[in-house]
């Protein structure tokens, strides 16, 4: 009865640690999978981190914009995501 509840805290826990990170995987998985399959997302990933830094507007954009494309088809993220994603490396 426990064990489901710690696996359910803990991730939880995990994913609001992770915020910023998570943020950019998420922008690059997405890049991968709807825009260029070759896209080499650790590398994608650390280029938005870099460019984000200490930059509280940057990390709501790419929040934003991460928020935009978790959420939508591939299709749907070209006609909906552009403002929010449009200008992160």
Known sequence: MFRPVTVTVLISLASL?????????????????????RTNTGACANDISAWQKDNKDREARAAECADCVSSRSCAEIFSHCIDDCLGIP
């Open 17 to 37: 640690l992770g915020g910023c990170s998570n943020n950019a995987d998420t922008i690059c998985d997405r890049r991968k999978e709807c825009v260029n399959d």
